[in-house]
């Protein structure tokens, strides 16, 4: 049974239970994991995150045209300091909430890597909306900047490829082996 939401709950004050915030963890680096198999995958430029990457691009670059400055250096490498200045956060929470009825989760926690020409990792990631997500990897598969992580990705598979057939052959030479023993 449901219980009542207290007439006073502040929900910027709240404590949030350390399951709640277990499973929002493991939803946001599945979300990682899944967008670097795409940009393993799929070349950037030719990616497509949502129905509305077009209004969403053009949303971002008219809302935040400091985006664009410096050979799209913010969009490159993310300047969290930015992000969340007092002037940051409140331009960024207008711009959020016109997306609540167009995109699914469109304030649920996404990871995202600060710098596009690097893989995820414990100190090129940080918390972001996924309204927020979509509009700097939008962004950065437009405009190439995402290509080097396109190639890390593909990199990264085949290693992973090459080390998984040499285990493989060399579980089968081992089961060989034992079979002539």
């Known amino acids: ?13 709240a404590q949030n239970l350390i399951e709640i915030e277990k499973q929002f963890a493991v939803k946001a680096v599945e979300h990682a994991q899944t967008y670097w198999n795409l940009l393993e995958k799929v070349n950037p430029r030719d990616l497509r995150l949502t129905k509305i990457d077009d209004e969403i691009f053009e949303h971002a670059m008219k809302e935040f045209p400091e985006l ?4 799209y250096e913010k969009l490159l490498k993310i300047d969290e300091d930015w992000m969340k200045s007092e002037s940051g956060k409140k ?4 711009f959020i909430q016109q ?11 996404s990871l995202i890597r600060t710098d596009a020409r690097q893989e995820y990792s414990e100190t090129n990631t940080i918390f972001v909306t996924r309204i927020q997500f979509y509009v700097f990897e939008i962004a950065r598969n437009r405009l190439g900047l995402n290509d080097k992580a396109h190639e890390l990705a593909k990199a990264e598979a085949a290693k992973e490829k090459e080390k998984a057939e040499k285990e493989k052959a060399r579980a089968e030479k081992e089961k060989a082996k034992k079979k002539k023993n």
Do not use: C, L, S
Request: glycine share 4%; aromatic share 16%; hydrophobic share 25%.
């Open 1 to 13: 049974m449901a219980t009542a939401t207290p007439t006073q709950f502040d929900p910027n004050n």
């Open 91 to 94: 331009r960024w929470r207008d």
């Open 99 to 109: 997306y609540e009825k167009k995109i699914q989760d469109y304030n649920f926690g």
């Open 68 to 71: 664009a400055e410096n050979n």
